[in-house]
RNA sequence: GGUCGCUUAGCUCAGCUGGUAGAGCGCUACGUUCACAUCGUAGAUGUCGCAGGUUCGAGUCCUGCAGCGACCACCA
């Protein structure tokens, strides 16, 4: 069936040469694929996670590299359960970062989209998704992700738009859809709405200019009250008089561009100082406009002069006091953030910036600009382009997100939806707290088209299937709204619409709802927020019931990596250089909850040493093993339960609790602790122990009894460590399983990657063995310490006395002999006291241990050495004295030299006496 | 402005429900015993940000302060 072929495996692992015929034995066995029937006739529990779709025209980075190594170490982890493990493909349609690819490709020929027109354009789009598109999902089979393939899906299939239509439609009729003139987010680059969470802030140094605005001939009785009360007032006024008499108030703006779309001025209703001007009227410069002064409770009266201008087309603030006072809504803008015709004649046609420069210009030459400061304040950017965003009164289609929203924030707080780490929890709810509506429409070609046509009567028809006709007048000539939905619209339905919904299918039936939501927190406004709303207001329950925000892949300054700052790893050329294994071992033993990953991007192969290093110790202490265990039969453990000795029972123990403790951890997210302990069980326990210990009993002279036992605990203890390694490095894992030798009787798994989940719930368990060889191992460290302390050559065998200590000690120190000699050089273990010249110790569990260094090593030739080297620190010891003493170097030098100098004396001075101690010691005996 | 988090060895960071400080990398010394030098053995290094408090006992809980960061909101 299978023959060992240890003597073909090579000295160090080559990750090239096994892994992609590895991952293509995975697909060509099928075990990626869950089918429907797994669960519905097979009765096997479902564990499904939904990736997150990247972009379609995204590459690898490190943080899908995070991300899915994430979840195919709980997806295979689940699967080796015994679960119905199904992790679920595909790629979303990214409205507009997919347009502004293909756009600056046309921009590289001359051309703009409306050069192509719209059907030519997305044809074109659709061309370049379907040559380049999809390419990081080909990418994720070099790390290992075990995908169900055959359920890859696109957010712009068939399918998932008519889920897209059928909730468009659903939430139209319920009024949870709407249509409405508000201000929105405005990219004037991309020349689209945005949502609230696609205008991200950034910090910007600008200016806060402040104006006056003359207070109207008929006012001025008004003002000069206002003005007497601002002086009576302990806070600073507003109102000033020019040079004539006249009377004028004060306002500021970051943006003097928009005055020009000023409707009025605005004071709290309260404030003592204005009172008398409410309902009076200014005028708006540069183009002799009247506006009223009005009062509204937005208005702080202790910030600034408590005096607003109020422009409601361009300032959602101001358009809320617009709708609360009735103020004039007053549009100066274009689209694309040029003044227009609502604006007096030398201002039109011009851009945002221009326009600025020149409103400063005139209302400085009208002496009405007063003062300029710096202001830092948090500008709102296009998520995509970073082009500044314009706040703008548009016709949008909108979300009501309120109703939807209460489901959802109850699934938080009655635990139906749970966060790792706990406190996005809070995060979350203050969200849906404090939800606003959702711009969900956008005017860009690439996307879901929205459902809605207009007939030239008035109609407005909404639908699921596209009409014909006008259903008021029968009319053929219907236009169909031109803008499509945000991206995040199709997203939000993936946990459902992958399964074919709103069709009634089997695999809803089978895989609905998830589990697991492994994702980045930056997306979790964006999409999981959304997806649970989506999950209660068409299933009635949570898309999936625990949600794990993992962190940020950083490089070694904690900059977050990214293309443009250069400091980016590609996960690919790292699986290249140190395989999948390597890269996914290093990700995971840093993935602690809550915090981020740290590469350094200037040494990729420091970085993922690490892994690569585990990864080549896995390959060869299975090596080694197989090698060891050659072809011969090996029979069950069981058959040899009564042979076992000390140090098989030991790690068998030992295996069980490390398959309880990764167990534990993985249950709780906790992939750090899980990868960590699993490294120190496999390297510290199994190869620096076990193995070392097993060598003498492997050979062809051993003990037969003996060496069955230990060739049984072998087979067993490997197979479980690489069952419980498989999840985080499943390539090295499997190669080596597939070689390992089986105990005759026993069933086999077809492969490792469908092997039994060894969660130690029935495991050997001794902890008596694992107590006594505890202490076996405190007594080699301790006499190799003393060698190496005493300078014992390699080669020399020594005999150490030992007293003391459990009393099942000295006898397990004896079933040891082999081993002793093997790992410490113990030729033979006296129990009774010994004196003379010799090393003492002192273990924990009370023994002593003397070692007789008389013949052992030559008394004179260490008192000898221990001389030169006390002479050598001594001279040392005089030159930092000297140093010391120097009254110019201790005042000169600067503090932290001289406490180096300090420290490092009184080191010298510990260490020498140290050697004095041992010397005296070494005199006293040999006298 | 609000909320939350972080500050532990030279570097990057673990440390869950309070009980004698840990890992990896790096560093030092020794080592080519036939799994592995991508190795082995041994070793050095921390007033756990600062100041108080609770406790028999605090890196771990509470309060205040400082520095850093994140998210949200935004005051014109």
Redesign the pocket.
Known sequence: MRTPVSHELA????PGAIEPARYRAWLEGGYFHVPASAVLEEGREPYVIVIPPPNVTAVLHMGHGLNNTVQDVLIRWRRMQGRAALWVPGTDHAGIATQNVVERQLAAEGLHREDLGREAFVERVWSFVNETGGVILDQLKAIGASLDWERTRFTLDPELSRAVREVFVHLYEKDLIYRGEYIINWCPRCLTALS??EA??A?SVGS?WHFRYPVAPEAQEAAEAAHRASAESDRPGAIGRFEDGRWYVT?????PETMLGDTGV?VHPDDERYGALVGAEVELPLTGRRIPVVADV????????????V?PAH????FEIAGRTGLEILDVMNPDATLNEEVPERFRGLDRSEARERVLGALDEAGLLVDREE?T????QCYRCDTVVEPRLSDQWFVRMEPLAQPALAAARDGSISFTPA?WK??YE??ME?I?DWCISRQLWWGHRIPVWYCSCGEVIVAREDPDRCPQCGSTELEQDPDVLDTWFSSQLWPFSVFGWPEETDDLEAFYPGHAMVTA??I??FWVARMVMMGYEFHGEAPFSQIYLH?TV?D???RKMSKSLGNGIDPLDVVER?GAD?MRYTIV??C???????L?HEDVE?AF??G??????IW??G??AL??LGEEPVRPLEDVEGDLRLEDRWILTRTTRAGRSATRALERF?L??AA?SL??YF?GDV???Y??VV?GRLGPDADPASREAARSTLVTVLDRALRLLHPVVPFVTAELWSKLPWPDGLERPDDLIIAPWPDGADGFEDADAEGRMDDVRAF??EV??L???YGIP??QRITVHVTGGPESFTPALENQATALER?A?VERVDSVGASGVGGHAVL?NGAELFVPLEGVIDIAREVERLQDEIARLDKQLEGTRARLANEKFTSNAPPEVVQKERDKAA?LEEQESKLREKLEGLEAGAS
């Open positions: 000295p160090r692992l080559d609230n969470e991200e802030g910090e806060l306002v500021s703006t970051t943006r605005a937005h208005v702080d009266p202790s910030f600034g002069s408590g005096m607003v201008k422009t300032d959602i603030n101001d202001h304040y948090s500008v709102p406190h809070r995060v203050h969200w404090n606003r927190p930056e979790l406004f962190g950083r070694a300054h904690g140190f390597a033993s840093q602690a909850v809550g915090t981020d990953i740290s350094d420091g040493a690490n690569r290093n585990f990864a080549n110790k060869n202490a090596r080694f090698m060891s906790r750090h602790d960590e490294y120190h390297w190869c620096d122990w193995l070392e060598k080699v460290v190799r310490r060698r190496k302390e390699e080669g790992l050089r924990e080191q």
